[in-house]
Each structure stands twice: as structure tokens, then as C-alpha cells.
């Protein structure tokens, strides 16, 4: 057993030395449209670049790495590399503190429960780590980063229907708190039940719920009545009212309105959210999706975060 006491998991608001993300490069998982996605994550890039963030982005292959660099020019450092999903937030490393310096943690990766296996998901987190010179520190469970949210004091969200599934772990809700216990430096695990309907992640919680501030965090209100996720919502912020962080303080709960029911090309209803949204330095970028309740979501953030530009970008490309 390692000793993780001194293990510290930043907030995502904290000081950043880059961004890391990862260009669309499998048609097979853009229904043979890469131009959509590309869109939405040029876009994404851009942003940040403007607010002065640095942007490290991960190429696969000869055509990724031209494309990218027509769409980008300097507003991105291109690293070839390879990966499957671009979903760094998940099949990436969790960069950390420790005494001697940062440490990228490494989980194992199973394809979201065995939902989507490909190639080279399981090794790009090590390419971040070694192309960021951080020292990689191995824990052989499976944890997706999307999966937790930090507050950077020892206060964890995550959500029963990802970490106790048994397309992950098999664990029990004790075991789950000990594994995060050792490996992030948790103090304090506050547990969701479920996330939106038919996200392919098993209810990550980035998608849901998240930490802002210390002892603050923004959740989702319905976006009207045939809102499909309405009472998960409201159960969030129930559940989310009635807890206290690491340090025993109550909650301050946000709540910002939902995208509502939102359908994608194959008619299924998709788990679009506001809130798996990117704090960074100077700016906090935010999925929208047009709807008529994204003004109002993006305006609710800019009250959360007085601090940065809160800036929409269009993600319907990225729903798939």
C-alpha cells in the first residue's frame, strides 16, 4: 500500500502550466464526420490560446497532424501520439502534488466498462505524463478522471452508478473510499447517486456536478417539464444541499439551468450538460448546444466565476 497522505489533487480553477487535449482522428468514431468535431475543438482551443493558455494537443497520425495544423496554426503545440478516444479528461493521467513534486497518477483504463475498446487508450495517459516530464505513480484499479471532481482540499465527488458499477471495479462503497483515499489524498467522498440518461460513461460526474470554489459547487436545474433528466436533477441538488466538505462546511449549492431534452441525429436522447465545462486560467469554456436555455446557463456562470470570461463554444459536434 502506498502512503498517499501527502498527496494533494489541485482544483481545476488552480494555477494551470498547460491544457491537454486531443485532436478527432478515427473517422469510424465521428460517424465518418471529422469536420464537426474538429470544428468544436478548434474552437475550444482557440479560446484558451486567447486567454493566454498553453495548449498541448495530441495527434494521431500523418492527415491529424496537417489537419490540425491548417486549423490551428500557433494556437496549439502538436505532439504526434496515440489514442483512440480523445477524452483526455478520462483516459489521461490525474496530475497531482506530493513533498518531492508533481506526479501524474495512472489508473487502468477498460474501455468505459468494456463499452468502447481502442487501441491505445490504455497507454496515452503514460505519453502525457512522460511528454509533460511529470513521474508516473500506478494504481491498478480503474478510474476514469471524469469520474471524480476535487476541491483541491481533500473533498471528492463521484457517483455511485460509475464507481460501484460492476463493469468497473466490482467494489463496495467502502472499498471504493479506501482506493480514493490512498490514491487522491481524499478526505471526504460525497456520493451522487446517477448521472443523465444514456451517457455512455455510467454517470460520470463531470457531467453533472462540480466544484467551483471551496465548499461551492454548480449543479443543473431542469430545463422544463419534459426535461427527461428532471428528477435526477433535482435529486443532485437535494443530496448536494445536505453535505458538507472535508472540513465539515456546508455546502453552497449553485444551480444553473439544464440544455433539457436534447436529441441527437440518431433521435436518441443525449446526455448534453453545461457542466462539463473547462476551468482555466483566465476563462472558463462551456459546452453549449443551442438551446434556449444556454444564455441563461452561461450567465449564471459568469455570477460563479467573477474572476474569468466565461465563453460559450458550440459542442453538438462532439455529441457523435
Known sequence: MNDNSAITVPPEWAPQKAVWTAWPSDPDEWNGDLDAPRKDVAALIRVLAEHGNKVRLLVNGTEAEASASAALGNAADILPAKYG??????????????????????FATNSWGGKYELPDDTTVGDDVARLS???????????????????????VLTTRQTLLNPNRNGWKKAEAEIALREALGARKII????????????????????????????????????????????????????????DGRPLNVVRIPGV?????????????????FLIADGVVVVPIYGTAT???????????????????????????
Open 85 to 106: 478516444d480523445i477524452w483526455l479528461r478520462d483516459t489521461g493521467p490525474i496530475f497531482a502534488s506530493r513533498p518531492e513534486g508533481p506526479v501524474a497518477l495512472r
Open 133 to 155: 516530464g511529470t513521474p508516473i505513480q500506478r494504481f491498478s484499479f480503474v478510474l476514469e478522471g471524469g469520474a471524480v471532481d476535487h476541491d483541491g482540499l481533500g473533498t
Open 191 to 246: 456520493w451522487i447517486d446517477e448521472g443523465l440518461k444514456n451517457d455512455h460513461t455510467d454517470g460520470h460526474i463531470d457531467n453533472i456536478a462540480r466544484f467551483v470554489g471551496e465548499a461551492k459547487v454548480v449543479c443543473q436545474s431542469p430545463a422544463g417539464p419534459d426535461d427527461p433528466n428532471a428528477e435526477t436533477l433535482d435529486a443532485i441538488a437535494v443530496t448536494l444541499s445536505a453535505e458538507t466538505d472535508s
Open 260 to 276: 433539457g431534452r436534447y436529441i441527437n441525429p440518431a433521435g436518441e436522447i443525449s446526455p448534453a450538460s453545461h457542466m462539463n
Open 294 to 320: 444556454q444564455d441563461a446557463a452561461l450567465s449564471a456562470l459568469s455570477e460563479v466565476f467573477p474572476d474569468r470570461r466565461v465563453v460559450g463554444v458550440p459542442s453538438r459536434g462532439l455529441l457523435g
